[in-house]
């Protein structure tokens, strides 16, 4: 049984910064790679970032490419989501989500390519 559990969500200013981890238990962790993705009222989850297993390929939206950046630490099991430069527009509840066996790392921005997922944290970046 795979579990995803998030932290470090909150409340911050336009230009503030948030670090979102996220720490996986009942797989080889180093094995399958990460993602995140977000969902705003209204809106559909849409993907924020990938790594791969070694942490050494990473993928970014458009949305948040130089402002976001994803890692991973496999040693404790843990990836993260650095925030800098939060928008109001980044408001959403943000999931973490662990890769389904036998994807392929050339799709990781799909959201069908992953099987587990985390139960999510508000992130809110007032005006």
């Known amino acids: 049984q795979v579990q995803l559990v998030e932290s470090g969500g909150g409340l911050v200013q336009a230009g503030g910064s948030l670090r979102l981890s996220c720490v996986a238990s009942g797989r080889t962790f180093r094995s399958y790679y990460m993602g995140w993705f977000r969902q705003a009222p209204g809106k559909e989850r849409e993907f924020v970032a990938a790594?791969?297993?070694?942490?050494?390929?990473?993928r970014y939206a458009d949305s948040v490419e130089d402002r976001f950046t994803i890692s991973r630490d496999n040693a404790k099991n843990t990836v993260y989501l650095q925030m800098n430069s939060l928008k109001p527009e980044d408001t959403a509840v943000y999931y973490c989500?662990?890769?389904?066996?036998?994807?392929?790392?050339?799709?990781?921005?799909?959201?069908?390519?992953?099987?587990?997922w985390g139960q999510g944290t508000q992130v809110t970046v007032s005006s």
């Open positions: 989500a662990g890769q389904r066996d036998g994807s392929s790392w050339l799709t990781a921005s799909q959201k069908s390519e992953y099987a587990h």
């Open positions: 790594i791969s297993g070694s942490g050494a390929r990473k």
